[in-house]
């Protein structure tokens, strides 16, 4: 089955600077990529997503990328803020398998110093 | 506010007890989904439900079950609750158009005393 592995487990950036989350993938089939935010006493939320048709997909300050062949994705967030510190999980899934499983890295937990 | 609802927001039990934890997925979503977040294991899939049947199951106890029901709303249960069962347990739902959208609930925080 997928495993996703996620790096770093915890990462911390001052304030104004970029920050990097990477993860691997080991089914190539996996065609659906989304990343997670999950702010202090919530629940995870969706902030952005990329399917195995782009390679790049950019959204304000965040941009996530996808190397097919190398089975890997990132995300990017840049001018990062106080708001941006929590925990972000990436994952990875089949979009037609009708199991609609989503398989999560572990997280990587985001300090934006002051 | 992703407008997953999830009860209750707390529960402290003892070992061996049984607990219900209920959720209501956003208007209109079909497939719930059910999750577990220990400190350091990340989110761990349980089970989907998609319009009352059960679709996916994941790493799920014997212990443990969940369905749905015809008004969309789903309930896990737990029993012979052990210490290490005490998590996180959010639940999830997506829309019949975007199955791969999930948005979470605020969770249920167990604790198994």
């Known amino acids: 089955g997928e495993n996703v592995e996620q790096h770093p487990s915890t990462l911390s950036v001052q304030e104004g600077d970029s920050a990097v989350i990477k993860c691997t993938y080991s089914?190539?089939?996996?065609?659906?990529f989304p990343w997670y935010k999950q702010e202090l006493g919530k629940g995870p939320q969706l902030i952005i997503d990329?399917?195995?048709?782009?390679g790049e997909k950019k959204d304000q300050r965040i941009a996530v990328t996808l190397n097919k062949t190398a089975k890997h994705f990132s995300l990017h967030i840049t001018e990062t803020q106080p708001e941006d510190s929590a925990v972000y999980f990436c994952?990875?899934?089949?979009?037609?398998?009708?199991?609609?499983?989503?398989?999560f890295g572990k997280g990587t937990r985001l300090h934006i110093l002051p | 506010d992703s407008g997953v609802t999830q009860t209750p927001k707390h529960l402290i039990t003892a070992t061996g007890q049984r607990v219900t934890l209920r959720c209501s997925p956003r208007?209109?979503?079909?497939?719930v989904y059910w999750y577990q977040q220990s400190l350091d294991q990340g989110l761990q899939f349980l089970i989907q439900?998609?319009?009352?049947?059960?679709?996916a199951k994941g790493n799920i106890l014997e212990r443990f079950s969940a369905q749905q029901f015809p008004d969309l709303h789903s309930e896990l249960n737990l029993s012979s609750l052990e210490l290490g069962d005490s998590a996180l347990y959010f639940c999830?739902?997506?829309?019949?158009?975007?199955?791969?959208?999930?948005?979470f609930g605020p969770g249920t925080r167990l604790t198994v005393t």
């Open positions: 999830a739902s997506s829309p019949p158009w975007g199955p791969h959208e999930q948005y």
């Open positions: 089914d190539s089939a996996s065609n659906y």
């Open positions: 990329i399917r195995s048709n782009v």
């Open positions: 994952a990875a899934s089949i979009l037609e398998n009708r199991d609609d499983k989503i398989i």
């Open positions: 208007s209109g979503d079909l497939s």
């Open positions: 439900y998609y319009n009352g049947e059960e679709r």
